[in-house]
């Protein structure tokens, strides 16, 4: 499975989308991944540059109780911050 480009190469407009379509608040991305709610508008808005450790606890947390959101998604979030996705395409 070949992994498409995003609409937005930037790390936050992917962010702020995927937590919009998992329908969570940073308020609930804070409780499940314990990052600052402040942090986490910062990264949304471009402020700051998260570890790939990060990515994958955000990912984690927006699949958490979602069915909206896939393993593509989340390589897309990794791939737009500038690592490589979990999957390899083939």
Known sequence: MV???VKSDKFGDNLRNLRMKASKSRYRL???TGLD???LGRLEKGEKNP???TVIL???ALVHGCNEITCIDIDQLLL???YAPLRIPR
């Open 3 to 5: 992994v498409k480009a």
């Open 30 to 32: 804070w409780q499940l």
């Open 51 to 53: 570890s790939r450790n």
């Open 80 to 82: 737009s911050a500038g």
């Open 37 to 39: 709610q402040a942090f």
């Open 58 to 60: 955000l990912g984690l």
